[in-house]
Structures are given as structure tokens and as C-alpha cells.
């Protein structure tokens, strides 16, 4: 009876979906190469195709974040985070954020896990009275207007995530789950000894350098790879409620000791970034463009 009553559910949703799909909307085909998983570009085109559709109301979407804020907030994972960052923040004789800059937070009006990231975030800018500027190509009209209301600055051009922070500035770099190539073209960007004004809240360093192989981490992340020996990396214990929403996430910091120990021509070494056009995890400019989005 249970699996009637999901196939129904199903069935029903399927429905509302071919409903609110525009009379333009073409499915995307993407060719296999080599086994290689094309899911998450595919699904960033479909979605791109129903950019402006979104079928919960401006005032829901505020209120369920809002919830999620209020959760966030109360929970032993925030107390940790806020206690991590005010570590890094001593060891690097920095006492206040003033801005924060977030890429890749994903759909929040669906996704539980994207609506939990931006609570924390919120929760972020209350606690440091800060900016916040953010960008995603996949936010839609509505989610765009919430994020206005609740005080934060949208990114208006896809930057790839290729942002230059302010000397004067300490910037907290947010980035949840994102790809490793928004991290490294933060990286270069920012590629000298500036990079002690900033903290970087992101997947592991340590644990993306162990997962892949050294060849591939040259080509797609490689300035975490040469980075990663004067990087001091903070562990975040992943006690949330949801352990999948925050998992391998820690904080980065570059402090100046460190910085000062790098080789004479470290950072000489400063190529722009290219990363192969087949990559499934990196939505670069290119594709936004050719979508018109």
C-alpha cells in the first residue's frame, strides 16, 4: 500500500512539473565520454530552462528560512563554527570579518541542504554585523528577491569565483560544497601574501588533495595543491542534525608565519586557471552565456 501511495505522489509530481515546463523547453542531450557522469551540467541546463518558474511564494521561502535560521542559530554545529572562526581570526591578530563573499549555494527555495547552508550564513552575517555579497547561477527571480530582502548583495556576473579581496579588508570566503575550481581561481586571484586577510569556509583542503590523484589535482586545483603546505586548516565537528548538509567542510586560514616560510619564487607562479570544457562539476561564464541567463 505504501508503495501505491509513493507511486501516486510520483505520479502527481510529475504531472505539475510537465505543467509548469515553458513552451519552450528543450531537453539538453549530453553524450557519454568514457563513463564520465555529465549529471550535475545537465541538470544545471534543465534547470537554467525553468530559470524564472518557481512554484513556492517569496513570503514561504523567507519564512522556511527563517525556521532553518532560528534551528541553525540554537545548535551545537554553529556554536563550533563561530568558535573556530574566532580562532583563526586570533591567530591571525584579525578581529572583525567584514564582508563575506558566497558562491555556490544552490537552490534554497527546494533544496533543505541549500536552505541549512544559507541559515548559517545568515546566522554568519547577524554575528559579525557584515556584508554580504553572493552569487549562483542557478538562483531563479524569486530567490533573488529573498535574498535582497534579507539584506544581502547579488553578484550580478558569474565571477568564477575570481573575486579580489581589499587589503583593508577581512573577508570570509563561504563557499559550501562548491567545485575545487572556485576555490583555486580565488586562489589566483588573490595569489600573494594578501591572502592572510582572508578565511576560507570550504570543502577540506586536505581531504580533496587525498582523494584524487596528484596529476588531475594539478589540472583543476591547482593552486589548493600549492597552497596547502602554509595553509593551517581548522576541523569543523560535523554535529548538525543533517550530518550530509556540512560534512567535510573545515576552515582555512594563511597565516603570516607561514606565508613568510614560502620559496623566494613561490609566487611567481601565477597562470590563470584553465580547466577542460568537458568538466561536469565547473559552470563557468562560458556556459552562462551561451544560455543567455
Known amino acids: 500500500m505504501q508503495s501505491y501511495q509513493r507511486l501516486i505522489i510520483q505520479f502527481h509530481s510529475l504531472l505539475v512539473f510537465i505543467q509548469l515546463m515553458p513552451d519552450d523547453f528543450k531537453l539538453v542531450k549530453t553524450r557519454k565520454r568514457g563513463g564520465r557522469n555529465t ?15 518557481c512554484s513556492i511564494s517569496k513570503e514561504t521561502i523567507i519564512r522556511r528560512t527563517l525556521l532553518a535560521k532560528e534551528e541553525t542559530v540554537a545548535s551545537d554545529f554553529c556554536s563550533s563554527v563561530l568558535v573556530k572562526l574566532s580562532e583563526g581570526l586570533n591567530e591571525l591578530t584579525n578581529l572583525d570579518i567584514k564582508e563575506i563573499i558566497c558562491y555556490g549555494l544552490g537552490s534554497f527555495a527546494d533544496s533543505v541542504t541549500s536552505r541549512y547552508q544559507f541559515a548559517l550564513l545568515l546566522a554568519l552575517k547577524e554575528h559579525f554585523s557584515t556584508s554580504v555579497l553572493i552569487y549562483d547561477p542557478i538562483f531563479n527571480d524569486t530567490e533573488i528577491d529573498v535574498l ?22 577581512f573577508t570570509l570566503l563561504y563557499l559550501p560544497h562548491c567545485p575545487k575550481q572556485l576555490i583555486n581561481n580565488f586562489l589566483w586571484t588573490n595569489w600573494g601574501p594578501e591572502l592572510q586577510n582572508c578565511i576560507i569556509f570550504s570543502n577540506s583542503f586536505s581531504r580533496i588533495i587525498e582523494s584524487q590523484p596528484k596529476r588531475f589535482l594539478t589540472e583543476s586545483a591547482g593552486y589548493i595543491l600549492n ?48 580547466y577542460c570544457e568537458d568538466d561536469t562539476e565547473f559552470i563557468g561564464q562560458k556556459l552562462i552565456s551561451t544560455l543567455k541567463v
Open 39 to 53: 549529471n550535475k551540467k545537465k541538470a544545471f541546463v534543465d534547470e537554467c530552462s525553468q530559470n524564472n518558474l
Open 148 to 169: 535582497k530582502e534579507l539584506g544581502c548583495q547579488v553578484i550580478t556576473i558569474n565571477e568564477e569565483g575570481k573575486h579580489k579581496i581589499q587589503s583593508h579588508h
Open 227 to 274: 597552497i596547502f603546505p602554509y595553509t593551517e586548516e581548522l576541523e569543523i565537528d560535523n554535529c548538525f542534525r543533517y550530518n550530509d548538509i556540512f560534512n567535510d567542510t573545515a576552515i582555512h586560514i594563511f597565516p603570516q608565519k607561514k606565508l613568510n616560510s614560502v620559496p623566494q619564487n613561490f609566487w611567481d607562479l601565477c597562470e590563470e586557471p584553465k
